[in-house]
């Protein structure tokens, strides 16, 4: 990944982080972008740590808004000269619960952070990079093995990543041949977000699982250099599960 750019929604901690930290520790320039301007300089300086011979900066913001991505973008181009790979990461969850309890507050923020977000970002780089056909692109969405099948709690975030898959889809047939858009879906990982699920039902979820373990946020980063680098130049329109197997079982 010599000399890629990669932007990465919600890139402060979690798995975004790890992906922002495999893709630097392979060579390429990384910009991570979240909310929390504190948790942004946290992450360079873990990022710079672990890589200390690449560029490493963050935008700050909500990947829900429709026109920031526009500004990012154009900021991250005029700096670096061109994107490679956008990781489409950031997501949020506001409900708990029988799907049937959902406010529409809550259906709007997920669908604006973790659909809309998505659309935006992309169409961002497309518009500020990819659309003269100079450039190669990598578009990895971050989705959800919810997102192909059906449990308690989660049920519109699951929605929300169901969309992204066929969005997925939907834009690496109209982005190639310069583009590629793939999708990754985790099983469940050892993050903030997922923390209630793991600590609760971690153990039994792993002693059920082929793979005997629940994932770290390596295991997802792994898969995204895989779709993010030319190792996988002859794959668009994918969702590539990651779960340990819970699929399965
Ligand atoms: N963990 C799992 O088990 C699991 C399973 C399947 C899929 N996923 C997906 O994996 C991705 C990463 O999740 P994670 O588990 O790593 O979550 P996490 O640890 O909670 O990290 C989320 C990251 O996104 C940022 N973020 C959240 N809302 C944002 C917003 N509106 N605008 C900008 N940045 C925002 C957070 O930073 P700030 O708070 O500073 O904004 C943080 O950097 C998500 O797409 C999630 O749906 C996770």
Same mark, same amino acid.
């Given at each position: 990944? #010599? ?28 910009? @991570? ?18 890589? +200390? ?9 909500? %990947?829900?808004? +429709? #026109? ?14 061109? @994107? ?19 406010? +529409?507050?809550?259906? #709007? ?8 977000? /998505? ?20 578009? /990895? =969405?971050? %989705?959800? @093995?919810?997102?192909? *099948? ?7 975030? =699951?929605?929300?990543? %169901? ?6 889809? &939907? ?16 099983g469940l990982v050892k993050t903030d977000m997922a923390r209630t699920l793991w600590e609760n039902?971690?153990? &039994?979820?792993? $002693?059920?699982? +082929? ?16 779709? %993010?680098? *030319?190792?996988? $130049? ?8 990651? #779960?340990?197997? *819970?699929?399965? /079982?």
């Amino acid at each position: 990944m #010599d000399s890629k750019v990669a932007l990465i929604t919600g890139g402060s901690r979690g798995i975004g982080l790890e992906i922002a930290k495999v893709f630097a520790q392979c060579g390429a320039d990384v910009v @991570i972008f979240s909310r929390k301007e504190e948790s942004l300089k946290r992450a360079c300086d873990v990022i710079k740590e672990s890589a +200390p011979n690449v560029n490493v900066s963050y935008q700050v913001g909500n %990947a829900g808004d +429709p #026109d920031l991505p526009f500004e990012v973008v154009e900021s991250v181009v005029s700096e670096f000269a061109k @994107i490679d790979i956008l990781v489409n990461n950031a997501a949020t969850n506001p409900h708990f619960g029988p799907t049937l309890s959902i406010t +529409p507050e809550q259906m #709007d923020k997920i669908l604006k952070v973790n659909v809309a977000g /998505v659309m935006r970002w992309t169409q961002a780089a497309w518009e500020h990079c990819w659309k003269d056909n100079i450039h190669k692109g990598s578009v /990895v =969405n971050i %989705a959800s @093995i919810g997102g192909i *099948s059906v449990g308690g709690g989660i049920g519109f975030y =699951n929605v929300s990543k %169901a969309a992204v898959i066929h969005l997925t889809k &939907q834009l690496a047939s109209e982005m190639g041949p310069m583009v590629r858009v793939n999708a990754i879906s985790p099983g469940l990982v050892k993050t903030d977000m997922a923390r209630t699920l793991w600590e609760n039902y971690g153990d &039994q979820l792993a $002693e059920k699982l +082929p793979a005997r373990r629940i994932g770290e946020t390596s295991d997802i980063a792994k898969a995204a250099v895989f779709l %993010a680098s *030319s190792m996988s $130049e002859w794959v668009t329109g994918t969702n590539l599960v990651v #779960d340990g197997g *819970s699929l399965l /079982v």
